[in-house]
């Protein structure tokens, strides 16, 4: 009996967690007001034919679509939907651990990959709580960007670029797979993923009506994209202000982005604000740096990829690192995505481990998940939060992946 237990160490490992997260996040998620409420509400307000974005209680800044897609919603009471929103966030963390599984088994013997995927999930224990804790909707873009990447391995390109343009078109930022998908020459998926992120834009106008004979797209664009006289001309009377989400001083924002603006901005009310550069200079070494990032994307996973198609889970493993540092705001639910770069990782570590990698896992685990409030204080906590501690945990993993998938080629 013993030794049959001991066949199933991992997966008994990985279940445990798996479970502890998901009742930990249970029980925080019934105890306050969650995102998923807000979420509702919007879908509320797009089938009774009213603005989406504002209302006096919460600001709904996603594109219209994901209105849509939350209309389903409408059917439960708020206390029903937030019991149906966390079985779907319990079900989407299992299948983005089966797809971080799919992608790293390039490096990983099948017997091992429990116990990897275990410590994947406890290392990117913040992301993976704090979706719980708020019950935002970071895992089904998540889930949306492993099912692309899924088709993709399997050289699927219609319905991977379907899969990643949804992601795209509820977040935004995922659109970043489409310079990817360019990048590695996969035109397919590229043009399929443009057609659907388009299309699911402008959906919510053709089937809904916005009041006072405006556009639902128009109206987020005005307030959350860019604030243009043409925009609000068509948006929800009377213009309310623009309402971009984050900010450099929402310590809650882990981006580069973010960073910078709290080094160098002049209205930055961090600790960190020691130096004030114009916005312009400011806009030109943000934009430097995002190419320098673009180029070392270029000449490592991406050429690497395109030598060995197989190299995948790594390809996309740096693709979403790079998406949480250049984002306008980067908070902690969409450190979720770490699961994949954290299982490829330890899939090209393997089980045999070095004192210096051993060391490192523990750096990994002290600053990603050690770091939080419950854990250190608020205060403590808000001052790593100020360094970008996340983005800069998310920037060692991906540094370490590309020395260690190196070293491996």
């Known amino acids: 009996m013993i030794e049959q237990l001991k066949n199933y160490r991992g997966p008994l490992f990985l279940s445990l967690l798996v479970l502890g997260n998901i009742l930990m996040g249970l029980n925080i998620a ?7 409420l807000v979420f509702k509400r919007a879908a509320e307000r797009l089938w009774q034919g009213q603005w989406i974005t504002i209302d006096e209680n919460f600001h709904f800044t996603y594109p219209p679509f994901f209105a849509v897609l939350m209309l389903p919603s409408i059917l439960f009471s708020e206390e029903g939907f937030r ?5 779907l966030n319990s079900s989407l963390l299992l299948f983005c651990l089966y797809g971080c599984a799919q992608l790293s088994r390039h490096y990983s013997p099948k017997p091992e990959t429990s116990y990897q995927l275990g410590l994947a999930l406890l290392l990117s224990y913040q992301g993976v709580l704090a979706v719980f804790q708020t019950q935002q909707f970071d895992l089904l873009v998540f889930s949306m960007i492993i099912a692309g990447l899924l088709f ?14 949804l992601a795209a078109a509820v977040k935004v930022v995922p659109a970043f797979f489409l310079v990817v998908l360019l990048f590695v020459r996969k035109f397919r998926a590229a043009a399929a993923m443009a057609v659907v992120g388009l299309l699911s834009l402008i959906l919510t106008d053709v089937f809904f009506l916005a009041p006072q004979e405006g556009y639902y797209l128009s109206d987020w664009l005005a307030k959350i994209v860019n604030p243009h006289p043409s925009l609000i001309a068509v948006a929800e009377q009377p213009f ?3 309402l971009a989400p984050g900010g450099g001083d929402n310590p809650l924002n882990q981006s580069f982005m973010a960073l910078f603006y709290r080094l160098f901005a002049v209205h930055s009310q961090s600790y960190l604000n020691l130096v004030h550069l114009p916005s312009g200079i400011q806009s030109l070494l943000k934009l430097s740096l995002v190419v320098l990032f673009l180029f070392v994307f270029y000449r490592g996973p991406v050429r690497n990829y ?7 889970g790594l390809l996309a493993s740096h693709a979403l690192v790079l998406m949480l540092l250049i984002s306008p705001m980067s908070s902690k639910p969409h450190f979720v995505s770490l699961l994949l770069p954290l299982s490829c990782l330890l899939a090209v570590l393997g089980t045999t481990l070095s004192h210096k990698q051993k060391l490192g896992l523990a750096g990994l685990f002290f600053f990603g998940v050690l770091s939080g409030r419950d854990v250190i204080g608020s205060s403590a906590a808000e001052g790593l939060y100020q360094l970008s501690i996340l983005g800069l945990v998310a920037g060692a993993i991906s540094l370490w992946l590309w020395k260690a998938s190196s070293k491996c080629a």
């Open 30 to 36: 019934l105890r306050r007001r969650l995102d998923v």
């Open 83 to 87: 019991i149906v929103w966390w079985l």
């Open 152 to 165: 993709l391995q399997k050289n699927r390109s219609l319905p991977a670029g379907i899969f990643l343009g």
């Open 240 to 242: 309310t202000g623009f």
């Open 306 to 312: 395109l030598s060995d198609e197989a190299s995948l």
